[in-house]
């Protein structure tokens, strides 16, 4: 048996069980081998239902039955209820106020269920389970498969499951592995004197220890060398394409600090310490002899359009190499280095370009606007002081021959048809993701490479960011500007929304509009995802009409509506043609809207506290009081004190941190998509362990850039590079 052998030559795999291993990316023996189990379970600390008392915390695993919605006797309250089975007994359940639970399961389901055992003895029942669907019942509890003789021996692995594959076959066939000797046919990717010094397991032990262990201190080294091994590759990768960015050649720019200083006197504020600081570090990047590669972190309207525009401006002033400028126009000269700025939508960088214009209209320096809608230029010839639309072929000869040394765009700027002369700086907003390859695409070959600058308002903990975007410098802009209304925020528990709709009411009634979001519901089939969140929004958007606020215009925006349907209710809104906007959190509410000034956010708790933050900071932009009501029907003190922190933090970072060390990394918002397996997601909270991993990857990329000394490092490379920082 060898690593790369497909599984289905060593074992009978039938064609459901063979589509189910690929769903999980487990086709071959190695790929098994590296399934590991999400966590252990002591057989000794399952609980039975017959054993549970009232007042007590319940974790349950059994089938749903009995699933239906009804309304209260008294309070109408909406409430889903159904049972639990596990062989010992069954009981009830209760979901108050979420009616829509019992769509989203079905009976018969395996299911955990956690919660809290509340009514009387005889009728007791769980209060607002979380549920958690299962293909197959971890254990059964009088199956005897995970035990041996040795009755200490209770824990056993479970395993990430897909319909038609269970943990028990995972555990079963990676022993059989194990037997074959398969192991000693591994080479093990880090090297050994890393091993020793951090006392990692090797990878044979390591293997075996995480999936049949005998205690858990043995799984737990176990996951602790596969967590680093995974920070480790990454780190390798991302020290790689640093050292391929300090190899490539770029312009240098030298613009006057006094012409930048005069720029920035100029705006209508003064600029906050974050952003003078963060203006500083990328003019003096722009010094170095190497690109610059950076990431501005900054919560919504901290401000980043202002760095943007003073770096763009210290560009746009400066000449190429060769010292050909553009022409002398006003008595100043300029050069013709160039920028492109790209934003995620069209709103986005027709804003971006009306700020420019604002920032630039005392300066003869022409900035283009490039969109799948049409193309503008500023200054218009007739009238200086505005944009005037231009076709695409002018504006492209414009940018090419570099008379436009600044081009926003959309998606628009990267078409091969758009050609600059001289690209010295990449600006991405909101795409961080993306930066270093849409910079990649906007460069030209034999070209210098451009300056980058990656901006997103997505607060993600300090070791995910040295993690994920190792190959970035990282810059906070945490610091809101001056004399901004803080949220007012609150946290909203059962039976206390009579308040919070009585205020919105009012601030309806002076003028004001609203956000609602509805509660992500979290499927493991995206296409049910979305039917559910689009049902839950357009039923909560007809409950608010008819109970709650039955003269006021209301409106919905879900993922299910085309971009023009979007757009069209995003545009009533902002003409305060409709009051309530009713949502998912999965359409992005992009429009600044400074006369929205509240947001209820419902099912907080389903949500990072970041994500609320994010969500939040949609009210900050007008000068009234901002309010924001977080909305949860959980009793558990634990949910209370995380959503609390929403009130004491002091910004986006502070939060994403929480949810690192609180909720789980797998749940971080950006988390799931970053690449990182859940194991690598956990490495995440460990900063010693993501530093060490950083230093030794450094160190060994210098020793050896080409990888040819550590060929298993560079096949997994060549799979992350797949992952990271792509879609
Ligand atoms: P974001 O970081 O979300 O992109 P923007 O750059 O759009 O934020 O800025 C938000 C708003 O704050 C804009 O209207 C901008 O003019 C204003 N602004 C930016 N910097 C300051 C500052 N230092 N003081 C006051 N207002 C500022
Ligand atoms: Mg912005």
Redesign the pocket.
């Known amino acids: 048996m060898l690593p790369s052998d497909p599984l289905s030559r060593h074992f009978r795999i039938d064609i459901a069980h063979q589509k189910a291993l690929k769903r999980l990316h487990v086709e071959t023996v190695g790929e098994l081998l590296y399934h590991l189990p999400v966590r252990y379970e002591d057989v000794s600390d399952i609980q039975s239902v017959q054993g549970l008392a009232v007042g007590g915390e319940a974790v349950v695993y059994g089938q749903l039955g009995g699933l239906k919605a009804r309304k209260a006797w008294k309070s109408r309250r909406p409430i889903a209820e159904g049972y639990l089975e596990d062989g010992t007994a069954r009981i009830k359940l209760m979901w108050f106020n979420q009616p829509y639970i019992a769509k989203m399961y079905r009976d018969g389901q395996y299911v955990k269920a956690v919660g809290k055992v509340t009514g009387t003895p005889g009728k007791e029942y769980i209060a607002n389970p979380e549920l958690e669907p299962l293909d197959h019942l971890p254990i059964d509890r009088h199956d005897s498969i995970f035990k041996t003789s040795n009755s200490e021996d209770t824990i056993y692995p479970v395993y990430r499951e897909s319909q038609g594959v269970t943990s028990r076959w995972f555990y079963h066939t990676a022993i059989k592995c194990f037997e074959s000797g398969v192991l000693q046919s591994l080479k093990d990717p880090i090297p050994e004197e890393i091993r020793k010094r951090y006392k990692l397991y090797p990878l044979d032990t390591a293997l075996r220890y995480i999936h049949s262990p005998k205690k858990l201190e043995h799984a737990e080294g176990a996951r602790k060398r596969f967590a680093f091994e995974e920070v480790f590759h990454i780190q390798v990768e991302m020290a790689r394409r640093r050292a391929a960015i300090s190899a490539a050649t770029t312009y240098e720019i030298n613009s006057g600090e006094d012409h930048v200083r005069e720029f920035v006197e100029r705006f209508p504020?003064?600029?906050?310490t974050a952003?003078s600081k963060a203006i500083k570090e990328v003019l003096q990047d722009f010094k170095r002899p190497h690109a610059m590669s950076r990431l501005l972190e900054?919560d919504?309207?901290?401000?980043?359009?202002?760095v943007a525009a003073t770096t763009a401006y210290a560009v746009a002033v400066s000449r190429p190499p060769e010292g050909k400028s553009a022409g002398e126009r006003g008595g100043l000269e300029y050069g013709n280095l160039q920028v492109a700025y790209m934003a995620p939508t069209e709103i986005l960088a027709k804003q971006h370009f009306e700020s420019f214009i604002q920032y630039f209209s005392h300066l003869p320096v022409q900035i283009g606007l490039i969109t799948g809608s049409g193309c503008y230029k500023f200054p218009s010839k007739s009238d200086p002081r505005k944009p005037t639309k231009i076709s695409r072929t002018q504006l492209l000869k414009w940018v090419k021959n570099g008379e436009i040394p600044i081009l926003i765009g959309t998606h628009a700027l990267i078409y091969k048809s758009v050609e600059f002369k001289h690209l010295a700086y990449v600006i991405i907003d909101e795409q961080h993701r993306f930066g270093t390859n849409q910079r990649k695409a906007l460069t030209k070959k034999g070209a210098p490479l451009p300056h980058l600058l990656s901006m997103t308002?997505t607060p993600i903990p300090r070791t995910l960011s040295l993690t994920i975007y190792g190959d970035l410098d990282i810059t906070l802009l945490d610091q809101m500007?001056?004399g901004r209304k803080a949220v007012i925020t609150k946290i909203i528990g059962p039976q206390q929304q009579a308040p919070m709709y009585e205020h919105v009411k009012t601030e309806l009634k002076s003028g004001r509009q609203a956000y609602v979001i509805c509660p992500r519901i979290n499927e493991p089939d995206p296409e049910k995802e979305n039917a559910l969140n689009l049902k839950s929004v357009v039923a909560e958007a007809e409950r608010l009409q008819r109970d709650i606020f039955p003269n006021t215009r209301i409106d919905v925006l879900h993922g299910k509506m085309t971009p023009t349907e979007k757009d069209k209710v995003m545009a009533r809104f902002l003409a305060h043609e409709s009051d309530i906007l009713v949502a998912t959190s999965v359409v992005e509410v992009g429009v600044n809207v400074p006369n929205a000034t509240n947001i209820i956010i419902e099912g907080a708790e389903r949500f990072g506290l970041s994500q609320l933050h994010q969500l939040r900071g949609r009210v900050i932009?007008g000068t009234y009081q901002p309010y924001c009501f977080a909305v949860t029907e959980s009793k558990s003190e634990k949910t209370r004190d995380r959503l609390k922190a929403l009130i004491t933090a002091k910004n986006g970072f502070e939060l994403s941190e929480y949810d690192l060390q609180f909720r789980g990394a797998g749940e971080l918002y950006g988390g799931k998509q970053s690449g990182l397996s859940d194991l690598g997601m956990e490495a995440i909270k460990n900063l010693k362990l993501v530093e060490a991993a950083r230093n030794e990857a450094r160190n060994l990329v210098e020793k050896n850039p080409d990888l040819s000394n550590h060929p298993q490092i560079k096949d997994r490379l060549a799979k992350i590079d797949q992952s990271l920082h792509m879609e």
Do not use: E, H
């Open positions: 504020f003064k600029l906050t952003q900054g919504v309207g901290s401000g980043k359009t202002a308002a500007p001056a932009r």
